[in-house]
């Protein structure tokens, strides 16, 4: 089954239901938002360490249990599963500037509206825009327009859970995976992948380091040939967290570059 990394709340209200949170060793996140199939993801950074304030900057923390990251400064890039519907929206609180969720120096702005990606139906195509009430001075993160650096080592990071079934964390975990084909990602999990649709990635033989409850929606980035962080995942859905033979999925950032561009100039950002 597909386990999505979501809300902390969910996945225990629901049982098999996983957030979606980075495997980072000493903290936690929480993921995507009430979606009622998946069953059974991670959802927070496991196998991690603590971000330095200020070092990933475009990082947002939703208050529904989902990551994100500042695509344009009063624009979110999220996971589509974290949200329930395109259209007006002020129930959620985007919270960014800080790596301490409780740093009173954090930034906290409603939301406007949430643009899912059309056709979501629970697979592929698992990303989201939430534009904002006002704009947040921070730097954002530009995404992959192909491709060319969906290879290497990724940098995961989130709020979500540190272990898996574990808590949500006040401190933003950080932590690196390497890059899995999409046949050895297959052989893990079968029709359940949309290749195309999703990147995978993770220590495949040992496990230890994933996103897990908590992290869905926040982003998997690298830096570019110019030194610059560019995002080519969005965290999605994994089975557990940091499990070996079970790499975390991500959606593929490149093949959505065109839409999430006309969501957001739909969204007028």
Not at 192 to 200: A, F
Not at 254 to 260: L, M, P, V, W
């Amino acid at each position: 089954m597909r386990s999505y990394r979501k809300l902390v709340t969910r996945s225990t209200a629901v049982g098999a239901v996983a957030l979606a949170a980075f495997s980072l060793q000493p903290g936690s996140a929480f993921a995507g938002a009430p979606t009622p199939q998946p069953v059974g993801g991670h959802t927070k950074v496991v196998g991690g360490t603590k971000a330095a304030q200020g070092e990933f900057p475009f990082m947002v923390r939703l208050s529904m249990g989902c990551g994100g990251a500042l695509y344009t400064k009063d624009i979110v890039l999220t996971a589509a599963h974290c949200v329930d519907k395109s259209g007006p929206d002020t129930s959620i609180t985007a919270t960014a500037g800080v790596a301490d969720l409780q740093d009173s120096k954090a930034i906290n702005v409603k939301s406007k509206e949430v643009l899912q990606a059309p056709g979501y139906n629970g697979k592929g195509k698992d990303w989201a825009l939430i534009k904002l009430d006002k704009a947040i001075d921070l730097p954002t993160l530009k995404i992959a327009q192909d491709d060319k650096l969906n290879n290497g080592d990724f940098t995961i990071a989130g709020w979500g859970a540190d272990k898996e079934g574990g808590d949500q964390q006040r401190y933003l975990l950080k932590a690196t995976v390497p890059f899995i084909d999409d046949a050895t990602c297959q052989k893990a999990y079968g029709d359940q992948l949309t290749p195309g649709d999703e990147i995978c990635a993770g220590k495949l033989d040992t496990g230890g380091v994933d996103t897990c409850q908590g992290d869905s929606g926040g982003p998997m980035f690298r830096k570019d040939d110019s030194g610059a962080f560019l995002q080519v995942g969005i965290v999605s859905w994994g089975e557990g967290c940091a499990r070996p033979g079970k790499p975390g999925v991500y959606s593929e950032v490149s093949t959505f570059a065109k839409d999430i561009k006309a969501g957001a100039d739909k969204l007028g950002g």
